[in-house]
T-cell receptor, first 115, second 115 residues
Framework: SQTIHQWPATLVQPVGSPLSLECTVEGTSNPNLYWYRQAAGRGLQLLFYSIGIDQISSEVPQNLSASRPQDRQFILSSKKLLLSDSGFYLC??????????????FGPGTRLTVL | AQSVTQPDIHITVSEGASLELRCNYSYGATPYLFWYVQSPGQGLQLLLKYFSGDTLVQGIKGFEAEFKRSQSSFNLRKPSVHWSDAAEYFCAGSPPGAGSYQLTFGKGTKLSVIP
């Protein structure tokens, strides 16, 4: 069966520091991968999605970036964190069904607090 | 524009009572529809999904949802709520057809259960 991991689970960082959040998926190949941010009272915001290595789309312009160094690894980064980057970051994967109706499965999330 | 709306921000029910969480969608054609549940500090867990066919969909944990095209709704129901059902519930949709990778989420309904 497929599993998705995220780490760290919790992170407290000062403003201006760099960020690296990691997500890995096991038990599947060529998944679509997604990064979401969930801020209090604001629902889920899609940040990036990737349908393959070197194929990453950004949904919201900001100081975050994403990379996919391996097929089942997705990394969210920032060079300098802002206070507004605080939130709960969720990674998700889907099988990438060409016919549509792709179901997304979520990881446990990373709670990021920027002070 | 495509959208998913959850009209109720917070609902409180007594344990053992029935539950209905509302979800309305706005798409040009019938979308794929999903319900997810999120416990505090956790990722999202898929409860059920609707792609086509039978309009009454059964999910995990005793939940079901009914797709009603005439009302553009996909309401989640449970006949008898347990205290462990207290969580936040998200309805989501994606457009029909190939290449439909992106989910649009409602803002969520927080469910509280009174013992």
């Amino acid at each position: 069966s497929q599993t998705i991991h995220q780490w760290p689970a919790t992170l407290v960082q000062p403003v201006g520091s760099p960020l690296s959040l990691e997500c890995t998926v096991e038990g599947t190949s060529n998944p679509n991968l997604y990064w979401y941010r969930q801020a209090a009272g604001r629902g889920l915001q899609l940040l990036f999605y990737s349908i393959g290595i070197d194929q990453i789309s950004s949904e919201v312009p900001q100081n975050l970036s994403a990379s996919r160094p391996q097929d089942r690894q997705f990394i969210l980064s920032s060079k300098k964190l802002l206070l507004s980057d605080s939130g709960f970051y969720l990674c998700a994967w889907s099988a990438g069904l060409a016919g549509g109706g792709d179901t997304q499965y979520f990881g446990p999330g990373t709670r990021l607090t920027v002070l | 524009a495509q959208s998913v709306t959850q009209p109720d921000i917070h609902i409180t029910v007594s344990e053992g009572a029935s539950l209905e969480l509302r979800c309305n969608y706005s798409y040009g054609a019938t979308p794929y529809l999903f319900w997810y549940v999120q416990s505090p500090g956790q990722g999202l867990q898929l409860l059920l999904k609707y792609f086509s066919g039978d309009t009454l969909v059964q999910g995990i944990k005793g939940f079901e949802a009914e797709f009603k095209r005439s009302q553009s709704s996909f309401n989640l129901r449970k006949p008898s709520v347990h205290w462990s059902d207290a969580a936040e519930y998200f309805c989501a949709g994606s457009p029909p057809g190939a290449g439909s990778y992106q989910l649009t989420f409602g803002k969520g309904t927080k469910l509280s259960v009174i013992p």
